[in-house]
């Protein structure tokens, strides 16, 4: 269905060519400063059109908050919020080639099949833009999760083709064992990947190297896929619901549940099974480093911050595989819904690589995920700290705690 | 939570020292024929134990349906399952290694964290025997999906360490677009797959191979990961929910929530992301060869059966990544709950590599996200053929039709 | 939360005094034609100001579908709808009466200490206007209801004060042995309710001596409650899931979640408490009456058309209690917010009896139920009628039937 | 479904002559002393056969945690209880008249229409017997109410047939404005109620009244209905979720869940209706009579504790309506499945009044209704008091409060 999440519910409406698109965000906390300044950067930063690398369409995505808040905070009710659409007409069938034939690794035809219906704008809710209330629900979450917990989201894209900032070799069939990689998601900001734009992969070379990829399938009309890699920092010890709603799995839901993905994998991943047993597994040390008590903490982090589906306190990342835009300049030979075969070809400039627009929506998503994990963790530490304390038992508080995970 | 599905609903519960696990069903459709029998050979096919080169403990896991059945058909009430635990001892705080250290890359940190207790078990939910419960209700699916829509589903062992199935080459970056391997998922069968016992790899060079790298990690008392790939064959067209439940997404969550994975990939996955797009769309063809009227399908199947996030018709097939398990002989350096430097060493033997293992429990996990999205479209159709048909509607009946996609 | 429904779930937000109230309809089925013409009706008879019984303010309630139908069909995707908010500015808080004191049995002090949050409007989501999105949402159940099933759902006002359309007697404790009663339940429709208006009470009498009893209150700045009685009629036989959510109780949640309701009966309610065993049972006949096949029904309805949970084909009605509105123009001593005694009194004209506006709201909220509980078992029946049939198994279709319970 | 709540997850198995019969509790909090002994003793106060009053068969109903604790603390993990059927035996069907007649207000004919299925035990989950899931989860909720804020519930019989304990008089029409009603509602104590077992009408004059009543209609081999009035005191402020699960709304679904039922009334209730807003109301006032800061409490209490569908402190009570039971030795003249008109003879002793068992189960299903909203709330309080405090913004911590409700 259209709603993600337990406790922090995020339910989004709309399509590409009815009145607007948008969300009701159910169970935020109320209290919280909020107006549409602290969503409207993501939303931009969402929008297509922002250069010759990505498509030409400018949409403007204002957002519009239409309930649950007052004088600039959240009430705790529903927020409600809204974006137009400026082009409002559906299309009527009049024979063109897009109403015969459904487009190649589009959703036409499955959507035809599910629903039934014959709508405009084919598997519209399928499209790019549904992904608006996602992203205007995930900064609420982000706000929350910064003044909070100090909870930092950055998403990055690691791969375009085969061009990658941290190819596979044999010492490292993971980035997650290589210094150089860890070393960059605990540092890497918003603001840096920016600089990258429109690439926004956070290095000049390999930037360098995956814009020339784009450059090449634009030229040819074609189209590439890509990756990529998010950070997120800060994340308290104990998040993560077992044994279905572990961490990890959620995250993958969130993330293969945009357009495009083909794939998701969290720490040392696909790459991870070739590492030996001896060398993944993720020690303990003690951490004195930073202010505040000693904790324990893991000294390498191949887990992806992550064990047993629950957060270690660790810096948690993953990684989200993106295939080549399905819509592409080239003639391409299919069949029609009647079941002729013909050519089919798509008018005007497309986006020959959608990977570096997906980096808000990825870390969007990311914010919920976490942000509902928080509010259950939340449920059961209110419920323990009240009871008597055993001898079996220890009052962590993880979820209060400035830094994430609790001292010695 | 330890709840799966909205409309085939399986709870489970049980960790390693209690007296039984097992689950609930609730929601499975009335008039199936079912008896112990049907779910038995995936309880013994998930059994360790099975050779040298899995875990030799012996578990007898013999599954007892308490409810929900009256001679051997069910009646649409809740489906409870027990399997006793044999040794149900829970270990008292002796002060052995065991009790000071958390393992390095087990939940016993994390689980302590979470909930505040410590457990004789450890992270007792995080274990493989939770498992149990979710491969006798996957059982009961698969038995469904198969008398009412002969949906096959089969994984086998794709990778261990670097030794592959199907290496990705600079042709095939992603075994989707070569024909051996759509040649092998549309053809293979479980039955072939167990003569390839115990790594289950149904290649005889390559589970040689495979057989040989787990001598080598299990004779260095080290462990290391592979891959699971898993199709699903005769799946109606139509499943998945969008936005947020699309099928690869559901399917990615419930692989994800398996212990020890640490990624997946739908369809030609992160090799698709370096495969163009002009290569990458399937295109449409119409299918006359099966039986029946024509039908639309694809030429090729890079989309691994989902386009948009509902399913397609064509087989759906997937790659899940298994990490080298936790659990080694070597001795490892770590930190004690206290904060003090140790050396800890797990006793006995253990097993290298618990990949082939979880071919079941993949087999499970699928045939659950299939059920309970089946019902979801059960729901939607027997409402929409019920209203009078209109221009802009077809009257489709996918799930309805013996082999999947509806007739041209 | 502020989500009903699971299978057509319906997601409501807005207060008093923000940009817009509306709703999101996720999982209405496709193919449904549908505009806002559907909708406006319910939406009119829902507004205040109707007359100088209810409340004379006159609110516009113009609802806006946002998304979800293409050229006046339903597409299967969410439904957005948006009603404008006339008076949208939030008042400051200057020290008025309302802003010190918590007015009594509103849910100003309830809202206070569970959101911890000071609002303009007080306990904003409490008040009638959050009903608009689920009297928007229940029309589109409404209609399908109707198209697919022919179902009826009519309320009408059963009591104000101690004036009863049906008192209680010795020989009937309950309307429900009463023949006058099911007459009028079997035969009452919308049309004949609304030529009562405003009082709603379909009776020349009744009618009579309830508005007296409302302008008596009136005159005196005081207010009083009322009952609703709906029945919903040609329900197919099969609805409800046990065990926690048969039919009676969701209709129960569905009712007491509207404000200002204090109870709830099903059938022969509490008055059938009273009513001896022998009498109260439903005997089982045989319905010939109707064109079809002979049908099994029962004599008498005391059950309501609902036993063990589950619907038998037979009317389904209930009653529901209405409180005396909160506010009344006659002064009231109690306590500040600071903890002060003093004189709360309202200004301006006051409803003083909400009951006959609450006729649409109860008959949105049953559409509600009964939508959902349809869908529920559409996705049953058309899991179970894909399995082969056994001895012990019959192959009915209710849901699929057009009167209801299925031929002998 | 078989499901009950959101974050203290309750799902319930079997019927009448399956193996067992039990319960899965998901999100218990960890560290809770539980064993057996906690669980057994509503389990023995819900079992039939405890006196000439009500039904004779001696069923143990021994319950077994099968998981979810260690050495007698939660692990937070869920809890697995069974409790074992003595007489498992489905009878096969033998052309026995029950065979041939759908009971009359039973669940034969319903249960079969939904399912499809000729179950042994007819609607076999609507039995009392599947209430035992229910009452052992319940104990558990209890338990941890107890000692995190010491609420109290207590349920009692308030009426059998027309006997009353606090029968409506034009001057109370509802027992709210009663002052003997709410000083009984304050004080009563389970133990007193079980003094006067087997009635458990906690008032020699009115128990005696109901005995009576009772006898007369066993020994008519007829039966009667009757009520049950339940109060949980010291709920702290701020339970219930706007808007369609206020606390009002969750308590009547939970308790129209029970089977037998047939209404529900929260605080004035029916009675509510014909009391002016003027006295209807409740005024706030300082409460300084309990140790601890001064507290805005009510005056009166016809709201019974809700207002806006959240708790304000003051004790939550409500009456839930018992119908006659529907199994009575008399003959009954009704018609078979196969449209033949017979005689129903139901042979042995039956309860003439299932009223007094009700009493566990009611005060379970409170206990489970609390359990949710209060975890509810700790996610949200939890969430809100890490947030920086603005002007409009107040610190409240009803949940952890001692009391319930927050000091000036």
Sequence with gaps: ???????????????????????????????????????????????????????????????????????????????????????????????????????????????????????????????????????????????????????????????????????????????????????????????????????????????????????????????????????????PVGLGEPCFDKLEAKLGHAMLSIPATKGFEIGSGFGGCEVPGSIHNDPFVVNTSETGSPRLTTKTNNSGGIQGGISNGASIYFRVAFKPAATIGQAQTTTSYSGEEGVLEAKGRHDPCVTPRAVPIVEAMSSLVIMDALMAQYAREGAKNLLPQKAQTIRTSPTTAPNGAPSL
Excluded at 29 to 37: F, V
């Design 1 to 235: 269905m259209s709603t993600w999440g337990q406790y922090f519910r995020v339910t989004t409406y709309g399509e590409s060519h009815c009145r607007s698109v948008g969300c009701i965000v159910d169970g935020c906390p109320p209290g919280l400063e909020l107006t549409e300044a602290d969503i409207q950067p993501q939303m931009t930063r969402r929008r297509p059109g922002q250069s010759a690398l990505t498509t030409p369409r400018d949409e403007k995505d204002r957002v519009e908050i239409q309930s649950g808040t007052e004088f600039g905070i959240t009430l705790g009710t529903p927020i409600a919020m809204v974006v137009r659409n400026e082009d409002q007409r559906p299309k009527d069938y009049g024979g063109s080639t897009m109403d015969l034939y459904p487009r190649p690794s589009h959703a036409d035809f499955t959507y035809l099949e599910k629903y039934g219906v014959k709508a405009s704008s084919g598997g519209g809710r399928s499209s790019a833009r549904e992904t608006i209330g996602r992203v205007a629900a995930g900064a609420i979450a982000e706000k929350f999760l910064s003044l909070a917990h100090n909870i930092e989201i950055v998403a990055f894209v690691s791969s375009v083709g085969n061009e990658h900032l941290f190819p596979p070799t044999p010492e490292h069939p993971s980035p997650s064992t290589n210094p150089e990689f860890l070393k960059l998601i605990e540092t890497i900001d918003r603001k840096t990947v920016d600089t990258f734009s429109p690439i926004r992969c956070p290095e000049t070379e390999a930037a360098a190297r995956m814009t020339k990829v784009i450059e090449k399938f634009r030229d040819n009309h074609d189209s590439i896929g890509g990756t990529v890699t998010c950070v997120i920092r800060n994340v």
